[in-house]
């Protein structure tokens, strides 16, 4: 069949989206169709059950042409009371995945069988006979094909279907309004009518014919049965059977519409009975769910009150347990209260020995501030070490190069006198000669060699000047060098001395803590129970910071390296070498030209020239051999005093480590000692050791020292021939509490201070 010419149909219709094959293979154009063929079957509820959506998505268009053919079938069973043949069933999914044009064909034929079935056929049939001939013969092919293989007999128990069927149309048909029902009923009678109308009129053509059969039966007799007149007797007579059965078939079907009619009428009368009930029912469901709502709600808030009665439940125990440790608190807080009374007792009666704490907080502070203040100074002594060091340096290299001149000059100076030797010999010439000659070679010398030589011995003695300056320079360095080491050897001696102190308060403390656990608290008023609370509980915080600054101090004191003087180092090194080169540079001119002049000398005159020297440069090779022995002089003179020195530092290390020893033996009272040294023209040293349990008095001190009386223990020493102590013994008397003064002639001052420098460069040693 042609499925263009069913699909030009359906456009009569006048719903969205039919103008292609693609249109019609989604579903959407023929729902819209059925829907106008019948609106009460195909209503607004089941055409939004079909998706629009569905243009490339196969699976939803299987699926609404699904529902379609699920409709359709159902109309065609319950309201057009026959069923489809299997064979004008089409396939769903070849539409809607493929598009075949052959299933798409019968769906639409299914279509146009219910346009033309339904209430509203005149209509859909005169819009069929408004399209062209040749698709009105193609749409009702289909339809008759359609109607003519799937037609039942008349009165057969197809035409009324089970039970099931009904109630499922009834089912639908119960959503219609009760008006609509009655003017179905009244269509029906109004059939009926023209049905019995109908009928009438056929049975009066029944009898006009059966009058006409009679009285043309004698005309022809029985033995023309083949005549014209017998076949039309005959054909009439089919006919006159034909329309009697179909008389028959129309009272049957009267009665049978007479029994569906009251059929319908008890039906709907069930049905709204059991719409009254439903209606009932869902008042009644409504109300349950509103008390379900309500009991809902009830269990919701029991639900809360049940979590809220546990929660004051483990906040209860929470309390009991809050309860518990509130009491054990309150115990270990009046145990705390005992003790801190008990630490309160103590500390009042500690308070005696705060004022000592604070003196010797006092003389820590002054202290670290002198040894700030000395490592500053030994820091600048570094530097300047260093810097005259370099210089130092350079001019040896100075020295060296002017011996070399020197011997350089020194050959010069003897050509010179060989040649002078050679002229005495030749006084066969006469004197009248040789005076000539000797200008002759004085003026042959150029003016170049001359300035040259001026310039050189100008240089001399400004280079013997800077040796002279930098001989005194490395003097006082020497002994800027000595007292800073010296410095150092006493500081690295007191630090020796604090570890011995530590070591000392360490036992102590443990002897103290030894003695409080044990529970035999000494009395506060003691001294021993003073020393051991003071002495250990300041210099043990004391000492660690001490040592620290003492280790930073010897760091500084080690020679560092700074890139500046690296590259002034480079510098002077680089003027140095060229300095080397331009002297090299000037000898050997000196010595081409001095060449140049002999030969030039000897082939004007064999006999040498006599060539005056100036005395400068002869001075100068004059005075470098005593100088050469002076030095050597005070090398050995060093190396005589050097075993004296030896002698002198084995002794200072013996006293010293007599000291120590007698410093850590087992007194109780402290321990003082005093050390002297004496430097009048020889060095000779005196070791004074003594131990007292008194504050220390005038007596013990040689000199005119003094002990004043009260806490500050002051000791000055006065007049020119009092004995000063060196470095470590004034460090020792300060820590000890005293406060060393000097006073006196200014002779007394000065062998004080050369004392101490000599104290100085022999601890150094050590």
Not at 183 to 196: A, G, I, N, T, Y
Not at 326 to 342: G, H, S
Not at 639 to 666: H, T
Request: hydrophobic share 35%; aromatic share 4%.
């Amino acid at each position: 069949m042609g499925v263009k010419a069913t699909a030009l149909e359906l456009q009569t219709f006048q719903v969205p989206s039919c103008t292609s094959m693609q249109d019609l293979t989604s579903g959407v154009a023929i729902a819209h169709v059925l829907h106008k063929i019948d609106l009460f079957w195909f209503n607004e509820a089941w055409l939004g059950r079909i998706k629009e959506e569905s243009a490339t998505n196969w699976r939803l268009k299987v699926s609404n042409l699904k529902k379609i053919l699920q409709s359709i079938l159902e109309y065609y069973h319950d309201v057009l009371g026959h069923p489809i043949s299997d064979n004008h069933l089409p396939d769903v999914v070849l539409i809607g995945e493929m598009g075949n044009v052959t299933e798409l064909g019968k769906l639409v034929q299914l279509v146009l069988g219910c346009a033309v079935s339904c209430e509203k056929k005149q209509e859909h049939i005169q819009q069929i006979m408004t399209l062209k001939e040749s698709v009105q013969h193609v749409v009702m092919t289909a339809i008759q094909e359609l109607l003519t293989k799937d037609a039942s007999e008349p009165g057969s128990p197809e035409r009324f279907p089970d039970f099931d069927y009904q109630s499922r149309k009834y089912y639908f048909l119960s959503e219609e309004a009760e008006d609509d029902l009655n003017q179905r009923c009244r269509d029906l009678e109004h059939q009926l009518s023209v049905v019995l109308e109908e009928k009438t009129v056929l049975q009066a053509e029944a009898r006009s014919m059966r009058e006409q059969l009679s009285h043309s039966a004698p005309l022809y007799g029985p033995d023309e049965p083949n005549s014209v007149s017998g076949r039309k007797v005959l054909l009439l007579q089919s006919q006159m059977e034909q329309l009697r059965e179909e008389n028959f078939r129309l009272e049957s079907s009267r009665e049978e519409m007479r029994a569906r009619g009251d059929l319908l009428e008890r039906e709907l009368q069930d049905l709204q009975r059991r719409s009254e009930e439903l209606a009932r029912l869902a008042q009644e469901a409504q109300s349950l769910k509103d008390e379900m709502d309500v009991l809902r709600h009830s269990s919701d808030r029991a639900g809360r009150l049940e979590a809220l009665v546990e929660s004051y439940r483990r906040k209860l125990e929470d309390l009991g347990d809050l309860r518990r440790q509130v009491r054990l608190l309150e115990e270990r807080n009046a145990a705390y209260m005992r003790r801190t009374c008990e630490l309160e007792e103590e500390q009042r009666r500690s308070g005696a020995v705060r004022g000592q704490l604070d003196a010797c907080r006092l003389q820590v502070q002054e202290l670290q501030a002198k040894h700030s203040a000395e490592a500053l100074k030994a820091e600048k002594w570094q530097f300047e070490y260093k810097t005259l060091q370099d210089k130092y340096e350079s001019l040896l290299k100075e020295r060296e190069r002017l011996v070399s001149e020197r011997d350089a000059l020194r050959e010069t100076s003897e050509e010179l006198r060989c040649s002078q030797m050679q002229q005495t010999c030749l006084s066969q010439a006469g004197a009248s000669l040789r005076e000539p000659v000797g200008n002759l070679a004085a003026e042959m010398m150029p003016a170049e060699f001359r300035e040259t030589l001026l310039r050189l011995q100008g240089e001399n003695r400004q280079l013997r000047a800077q040796e002279e300056d930098s001989r005194r320079q490395l003097q006082e360095l020497g002994a800027v060098l000595g007292a800073s080491r010296s410095s150092q050897g006493a500081m690295e001696e007191q630090d020796r001395l604090n570890q011995l102190r530590i070591s000392e308060l360490h036992s102590q403390l443990q002897q103290l803590q030894t003695a409080l656990q044990s529970g035999d608290r000494p009395s506060p008023h003691s001294p021993l129970l003073k020393n051991r609370l003071s002495e250990p509980l300041e210099k043990v915080h004391d000492m660690p910071s001490d040592l620290q600054k003492k280790g930073e101090f010897i760091d500084r004191l080690e020679p560092r390296v700074d890139a500046s003087v690296v590259r002034k180092i480079d510098e002077l090194q680089e003027m140095l070498r060229r300095k080397d080169e331009e002297v090299k540079r000037m000898e050997r001119q000196y010595r081409r030209a001095t060449e140049t002049a002999h030969a030039v000398t000897e082939t004007r005159n064999p006999q040498p020239p006599a060539v005056t020297v100036s005395p400068e440069p002869r001075a100068h090779n004059s005075q470098l051999p005593g100088k050469n022995q002076k030095i050597q002089g005070v090398e050995h003179d060093f190396q005589k005093v050097r075993p004296q020195f030896d002698q002198e530092e084995r002794i200072l290390i013996n006293a010293w480590y007599n000291m120590v020893s007698v410093c850590v033996c087992g007194h109780t009272a402290p321990c003082h000692f005093l050390e002297c040294v004496v430097m009048l023209g020889s060095v000779s040293r005196v070791t004074k050791n003594w131990c007292k349990s008194g504050p220390l008095s005038s007596s013990h001190f040689p000199g005119n020292g003094s002990a004043p009386e009260g806490d500050q223990r002051t000791v000055r020493f006065h007049g020119s021939g009092s004995v000063l102590p060196g470095p470590a013994e004034a460090v020792y008397l300060r820590q000890e509490g005293f406060d060393l003064q000097t006073a006196g002639s200014a002779g007394g001052r000065e062998a004080g201070e050369s004392v101490r420098g000599q104290e100085k460069r022999r601890y150094e040693k050590v």
